[in-house]
């Protein structure tokens, strides 16, 4: 079912107390989720793992690391009920403006090629394809490819 958002979401850090929120998010978004030790590591090395939330509903979240003027993207993820709103678009600017505050000058990530809701999203968000990484993701039948995509921060 979704849910149409009745107010502005709120963008604020992530603890381990959403970690249950956000692992069944997760378990509903991925093929192959991240495990809950996989986020509380992101946390310890205090990579930036950020929420939106509404009335205490997490809609979207996402991890992600700078540092050598390089910000890598390694989860972003709207909620099933909240999808098709601008979530990701919005959480994107969020990152864009965070990685900038904090000198990066390039943003990278890794997309399954077969995630083409996730890639329409990147190519419009003036992301271009740098790489493949050759059986980079586990998948049903053996392991799948990666497209890196990279943009610069104006
Ligand atoms: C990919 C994902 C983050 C998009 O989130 P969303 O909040 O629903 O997307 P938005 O509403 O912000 O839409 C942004 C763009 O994504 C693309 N998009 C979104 N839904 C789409 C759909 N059903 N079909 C095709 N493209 C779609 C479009 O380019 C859209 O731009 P537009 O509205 O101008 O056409 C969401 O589907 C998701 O969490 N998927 C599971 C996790 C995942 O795959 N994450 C990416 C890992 S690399």
Same mark, same amino acid.
């Given at each position: 079912?979704?849910?149409?958002?009745?107010?502005?979401?709120?963008?604020?850090?992530?603890?381990?107390?959403?970690?249950?929120?956000?692992?069944?998010?997760?378990?509903?978004?991925?093929?192959?989720?991240?495990?809950?030790?996989?986020?509380?590591?992101?946390?310890?090395?205090?990579?930036?793992?950020?929420?939106?939330?509404?009335?205490?509903?997490?809609?979207?979240?996402?991890?992600?690391?700078?540092?050598?003027?390089?910000?890598?993207?390694? *989860? @972003?993820?709207? /909620?099933?009920? %909240?999808?098709?709103?601008?979530?990701? !678009?919005?959480?994107?600017?969020?990152?864009? &403006? #965070?990685?900038?505050?904090?000198?990066?000058?390039?943003?990278?990530?890794?997309?399954?090629?077969?995630?083409?809701?996730?890639? *329409? @999203?990147?190519? /419009?968000?003036? %992301?271009?394809?740098?790489?493949?990484? !050759?059986?980079?993701?586990?998948?049903?039948? &053996? #392991?799948?490819?990666?497209?890196?995509?990279?943009?610069?921060?104006?």
């Amino acid at each position: 079912m979704v849910a149409v958002l009745k107010s502005v979401p709120v963008i604020r850090s992530m603890t381990e107390r959403d970690l249950p929120q956000i692992l069944t998010i997760e378990n509903e978004s991925y093929p192959f989720p991240w495990t809950e030790g996989i986020f509380t590591d992101c946390l310890r090395v205090d990579y930036e793992c950020v929420l939106m939330e509404v009335d205490k509903a997490i809609c979207a979240y996402s991890v992600f690391s700078v540092a050598a003027e390089e910000c890598h993207i390694l *989860n @972003l993820c709207v /909620s099933k009920t %909240f999808r098709g709103q601008g979530l990701s !678009r919005s959480m994107l600017e969020y990152v864009f &403006g #965070r990685a900038k505050e904090m000198d990066a000058n390039f943003i990278y990530l890794e997309v399954r090629p077969t995630n083409l809701i996730a890639i *329409n @999203l990147y190519l /419009s968000f003036g %992301f271009e394809e740098i790489a493949r990484r !050759r059986q980079y993701y586990p998948a049903i039948n &053996g #392991r799948e490819d990666a497209l890196m995509l990279a943009r610069s921060i104006d």
